[in-house]
Structure formats: structure tokens, C-alpha cells
């Protein structure tokens, strides 16, 4: 009996046992730092998804947006030509299985986007002759697909890039088919189509190289001519695909501050910070300079030089400080795509280069970065702490 009594006792403490390792891990890996729990309450974390990872597969990839992001965007798969290749014949078997799994996972779902010339359906803009519609035609045309897209997401996707890329560094508004069939008027009229489809979600212009003067001025008088009018802008996208050599942290301040003085959020769009050399001008049509030039604009094909990496993490730091910094002008940032082999770089300027910008490596891996983003935004919160009390 007393040995009865010994092994349900023995039995009875290693189970207790166990069981407080097993609570014990658990409560290790709640308390595992990852880029959410770090920059909630500053802003969102995004990141871009393609197609693979929207149909699930890419399950390490997956695994790093449910961990380290509470924010995304579709790369692709909701931009006009893929949504609407045929004028009346809607595609939203992608767009569907995005906007759920963003859903499922709490997140905030950014739309992109309604109105680009790059990729528009050629359709959007001639007539069976092939000529430019008239004004009246692509008015409708461009109120039927913004209105049947952001009608079948209403109260789900919480902002959409409503036009996207509109205006040249020098200022001026680029010359595409709405530009040239409907003048600057094709903007107002796309926000406000998407107003009235969904009266609650935020609305945003999105555009590139947005840091410099002459575009940043245009972009400005734009926001603040919508607001005069009454129709609804909510915020500025900065793109954000900047290099190793440009632009500099106060040209981009001056960016974020002059998008807050005209009333509406900034926030940094589809980010990455590119370790290769930025393309030159000029380049001959001599086989052998094309050559070399090929040579000099991938030379990190297996891996980077430490005294580059450290360079671009230094860099990378630095702007997630500026954005901290920032916090209540920049409601949301976003990498243009979860790891290094995901990045449209990679074949931009040219096709077949190896770079390496964004925050997780080619084997999903986390970078030094991110763990100095997190103590960024962490050592923040101590400092305000201390400053209250």
C-alpha cells in the first residue's frame, strides 16, 4: 500500500512537473520579440504578397507574415489588367483568397490599386477601332470597375491606393491615357468613385521618388485641391524603394513633413532598401561595355561583402529610426515583399540580379536589422516611460 501510495505520488509531481515546463516554454515563446509586438502602437507593419504565398505556397514565408507583420497588401493580383482583363469579366479568385487570409489573421488589408497607367487593361482606354475613348466612356469605365471592385470589399479592405504614380519628379503629371483623355480631372473623379463605393475606407494616392521637391510640391497642391472640393483623402503613400546612395534621411523628412502639413497621414509604402549599385546613364551599345556594366550592377552573387552588409543594415536602422521618430505622421510601413528572393529588384533594372533588400534573407531568416528595430522601438517606449514618470 505505501508503495501504491509512493508511485501515484511520484507519478502526481512529474506531471506537475511537466506541465509547468511545457507553461514555461509557452510563456517563452509568447514573450518571443518580433517587429509587431515592438511597433504596436507607433504604426503598422506591412509587407507586399504574391501569388504564391496567397495560395499557400510558400509556408515559410507565410510563417514570417503571421509572426512579424499585422499588415499586408497584394503585390499584383488587384491591380486593373489581372482584376478586369476583359471589359465586364471580373477576375477575384486571387483578390478573394488575399482579402480572407487577411481576415483570418486580424490584419489591416491595404487595396492595390484602382487607377495605374502601367498596368491597365489596354481595353480601359480605345474603342473597337483602336482609338482613345471618349472623355464620357472612360469616365464610366473607370467608375463601373472602381465601384464593382471596392463595392465587393466594403467594410473589409480598410484603405486603397486609388491612383497610383500619377505625377513626374519634375512635377508634372504623366502623360498616360487618363492624363491624355481626361486631363488632372481623372484623379478627383477616381476618388471620389471609390468614396462613394465605400464611404468608410481611407483612401490614398501612392507614388514613387515622392521626396523630390517637384514631385513633393505637385503631390501637395493635389492633396490639398481634393480636400478644397470636399472629396475624401486620407493619406500620402511613400513608396519608399530607396538605395544605398539616395535619398538622404532629411530629404525624406522633409517629404513626411510636408504630407502631415497638408492634413493627411504619410506612410511608407512599399519599402526595401536595395544593397546593389544604383543604375548609371548613358550606358553604350558596345557588346563589351553592356557586359561589364551587367557585371557592375550584380556583383553580390553570393552574398554580400561584410563591410556592405553592415552598411546596409546602418542604413535600414536609420530610416526605421526617422519613421519612429515620426510615429504620429506615419500610420503604416510596409516591405515590399517578405524575403530577399520575393524582391522585384532582383530583376530590376535588369533580370537575374541577386540583391538583398529587405528585412528577411533567402532562407527566411530574420536579419541583424530586425532585432535593432525592435530595441529601436522598444528603448522608445522606455524613454517615454521614463519621461512620464
Known sequence: MKNLIYLSLFSFCLMVAIA?????????????????????GKFYIGTALNLNQIHGKDSASIDI?????????????????????????????????????????????????????????????????????????????????????????????????????????????RKSKFYEILGEEFIPLAFQYAHEADPDTELYYNDYNEWHVGKR???????????????????VGM??????????????????????????????????????????KNVGANISEIETYRQEMNPYTNGLPDSVATAWTERMASFFKLFLKNKEK??????????????????????????????????HEAKPVVQQIIDLANNMVETENSKKN
Open 20 to 40: 509547468g515546463c511545457s507553461q514555461a516554454k509557452a510563456g517563452d515563446e509568447k514573450k518571443e520579440p518580433t517587429l509587431t509586438g515592438a511597433l504596436n
Open 65 to 173: 507574415v503571421k509572426k512579424q507583420f499585422d499588415a499586408i497588401v497584394a503585390e499584383n493580383c488587384m491591380k486593373s489588367m489581372f482584376l478586369q482583363p476583359k471589359e465586364g469579366e471580373f477576375f477575384f479568385d486571387d483578390a478573394d483568397k488575399f482579402v480572407e487570409f487577411g481576415e483570418k489573421n486580424n490584419m489591416f488589408i491595404t487595396g492595390h490599386c484602382l487607377i495605374w497607367h502601367s498596368q491597365a487593361p489596354g481595353w480601359f482606354f480605345t474603342d473597337d477601332k483602336g482609338k482613345n475613348v471618349s472623355p464620357e466612356i472612360l469616365k464610366a469605365r473607370m467608375k463601373t470597375h472602381i465601384t464593382t471592385v471596392v463595392s465587393r470589399y466594403k467594410g473589409r479592405i480598410k484603405g486603397w491606393d486609388v491612383v497610383n504614380e500619377a505625377i513626374m519628379e519634375d512635377g508634372s503629371y
Open 217 to 235: 510640391e505637385t503631390i501637395v497642391k493635389m492633396v490639398k485641391s481634393l480636400k478644397e472640393r470636399g472629396i475624401r483623402i486620407d493619406g
Open 239 to 280: 513608396q519608399g524603394h530607396i538605395a544605398m546612395d539616395g535619398p538622404s534621411l532629411e530629404e525624406y523628412q522633409a517629404a513626411v513633413d510636408a504630407y502631415a502639413n497638408a492634413g493627411v497621414k504619410a506612410m511608407i509604402t512599399e519599402f526595401e532598401l536595395s544593397a546593389l549599385p544604383s543604375p548609371r
Open 330 to 363: 506615419i500610420s503604416r510601413v510596409t516591405l515590399w515583399g517578405v524575403t530577399d528572393k520575393d524582391s522585384w529588384k532582383n530583376n530590376f533594372p535588369m533580370y537575374g540580379r541577386t540583391d538583398y533588400p529587405l528585412l528577411f534573407d533567402r532562407q
